[in-house]
């Protein structure tokens, strides 16, 4: 895929991307001299809401850092139907596990909301991994809380109900620490995170409907406000296996 | 865990368990002599149906590879509900994304047919994951095939209702080439398969009629008779980004 806006990294551009690396999950505390091949090849873009970055199954080339804007992942039936895997905003990747043993995307993956996206060729990550132990060892520890983070997605499909996984997203958009009044801001529109989730549109309004009425949550447009965060958490951690705050998300 | 029955393998089982391990997903393929610090250190176990290997959260000391049996992965809810991750067969691990930054499990285990079971310390399999690129990189396959699988997992939660889902699972039974007339047998309770599917006990028999209407397969307790696959495929797999027989699979 190309007619994306592309800005050729610069040499006082390639700093930033450094930072950028450094600030990922990914790459988080790798020394400079570590990154420099992937930074040397690294392109930084400025992608508009609605952009279309692969589909699944395309051949695999790239991967990406995202950082800033959302970036939606997701497969479509052979009916038409979208299912959304997962949302992602700074500092996380995606697009990087094609490289081991199938070069294909496993999912598509469209800007929702306007990005700055880092774009490196996923030939140059597969050389750094099969010669360096400390990237490896990074990677192996990125996949296995992604492993995590996904048994938990599916997990909280399993037992909890649709007003209780609302709960459970509004939690993840807290602060640590946050006990409320705190009004929180939705990162993205309402269909998408009913997607997300894993809910139609109808479902979502009619869960959110009945979370305001058993939590006392008030919403406003893309606005929440929230009086006790520890009411919203027993209403929705009593259907999961962790209990708020959740240690399996990157903080 | 202890109390398990177990068998210290002998100098004469060690060629035993290359082999098994050999036929695994994890060590496919691999030579004997990269593999003889697991095989040292590996223990052959009998378990009984209904034994609890560990449980979530739990300090992580080994991991397992299935011989034979069926072996459930789960979590609790503070509530007490369960969610089950998944249920492995023959040639799968489990246990083993505890090596990668995080000492615990991060879901119980259960056997859940009579099971034999090769089990091997974490500590060895880490530090030939650090020493050896081969096994690092067959690694990061397994987990990257993994993340595929639980991608398509949230993907038919998503999008399939509740007899696709069961189609897709019977489909899953079926052999390479099979047309029907075919004869299944369900490998473990349908109970069991209720909950590794996501749906409430009620839910499953309600869809299993539903899917018993739509596409005319028969069922008798354990046994299912399929007269033609195709047409249980077409019905099941429009609602799926692969098309049958899947991809996705290890055969």
């Not at 296995?144 to 996984?165: K, T, Y």
């Not at 979502?204 to 009425?213: D, E, I, V």
Request: net charge negative; charged share 20%.
């Amino acid at each position: 895929m190309t007619a994306v806006i592309k800005e050729q990294t610069q040499p006082d551009q390639k700093q930033d991307v450094t930072g950028i690396l450094q600030r990922s999950l990914m790459f988080s505390d790798m020394g400079a001299d570590i990154l420099q091949p992937l930074v040397e090849a690294a392109t930084l873009q400025i992608v508009p809401k609605g952009k279309i970055l692969f589909v699944h199954e395309e051949k695999a080339e790239f991967f990406y850092v995202i950082v800033s804007g959302w970036v939606k992942l997701f497969r479509e039936t052979l009916n038409g139907e979208e299912a959304v895997i997962d949302v992602r905003n700074s500092g996380h990747v995606f697009g990087e596990m094609a490289i081991f043993g199938h070069d294909f995307y496993d999912y598509g993956a469209e800007v929702v909301e306007p990005a700055v996206l880092v774009t490196i060729p996923l030939a140059i990550l597969r050389r750094l991994v099969e010669a360096n132990t400390q990237i490896s060892m990074q990677i192996f520890r990125l996949m296995s809380q992604a492993h995590r983070l996904q048994i938990g997605e599916l997990e909280h499909r399993s037992v909890q109900n649709a007003p209780q996984r609302i709960g459970c997203f509004l939690l993840r958009l807290c602060k640590p620490g946050d006990e409320g009044p705190i009004t929180l801001h939705l990162p993205y529109d309402k269909t998408l995170i009913a997607s997300r989730l894993g809910m139609k549109a109808e479902t979502f309004s009619r869960a959110l409907a009945r979370l305001r009425r058993e939590t006392g949550i008030r919403t406003n447009g893309g606005s929440v406000e929230i009086d006790a965060v520890s009411q919203l958490s027993q209403y929705s951690c009593a259907a999961c296996s962790s209990s708020y705050p959740c240690q399996d998300l990157p903080r």
